[in-house]
């Protein structure tokens, strides 16, 4: 019987978050995988994981990463943090799975990239929107010819916060120095699962407002600065010739939260969701041959590979890790790695300038 992957995580808090909410119940459900350590940033919360997580829980990243059982080793802090926690898992030889985004911008990212590859360390980036058995039931339906040749795909999406209000633990990403605003959260984890539709673009080109600048905090009076784009547009070319169109904006709208069409020249699909967070929310997939109404399309059961299928958002990442495990095992790259990590950022490094330049820009 093959041994489980020992997993330890930076930024495994038990109080609340990404940790909690969606890698422990991803590990939990997989006999592939067994949590074997955590840090914090206190000892009080360190202690805490101890009692709530039953591993071994300290309250800095050297002590996890130095251990022996420990094989694969979980980023998950914000993003400004991302470089020096995956450089130290880098230099142990330990194979990493970083969050999205990899590096506080391009540069960051590409040098991890080097890194890893240098190294020659097994690296991954939770860019799990692609593993989601929704898009993965929409790339079928497209690679089947469902719709026949794509002609056009246009979103239009909420981002859910950089709106009127924030929940007080999402206040940081309204900073433009978080590395976690609209464009590279929801938008840049949507762009990626769609790519992985539709291929990447040839060219793009966009535009940018920051049409709010603060938010209230829920449950206060304060009052948030918002410095960070909350109105993004882009337009651009699919290598295969389609087009595409894109809308995204802060806050959540009264009428479409998130509207996702592809239209061909023998049908078309729709893709509807709560929100514009692609790679946390259950997406509906519908849709129709040509001349005929739309009717929902059910997720076929070959979508859905991750072992015990948790709820909510911790199915797309124990998809995600499904492919880690397969990857670790037999050298396959099933999952995003850092070489795509550069790849993505390179398209919103496009779609910024783009939006700042006012003019065509390429990331290929």
Known sequence: MTKPIGIGIIGGSPERGWALEAHMPAIDASPDLELRAVSTSRRETADKAATVFGVPAYDNATELVARDDVDLVV?????????????MAIEAGKAVLCEWPLGNGLEETVKLA???RLAGIRNFVGLQARSGPEFNHVRTLIADGYVGEVLSSSIIASGGIWGPVVMPHDAYVLDVQSGAGMLHIPLGHTLDGICACLGELDNLVARTAQRRTQSRIIGTERIAKLNTPDQIIMAGRFQSGAMLSVHYRGGMSTGTNFLWEINGTEGDITVTAPNGFGELVPLSVSGAKAG???ALLPTPEQCYWAPGRPKGVALNVAQAYAHIVADMRDGGNRAPDFAHAVLRYKMLDALQKAAQTGTQQSYL
């Open 114 to 116: 080097e890194m890893a």
């Open 292 to 294: 005929m109404v739309q």
């Open 75 to 87: 980023v998950n802090v914000k993003v400004p943090l991302h470089f020096d926690l995956v450089a």
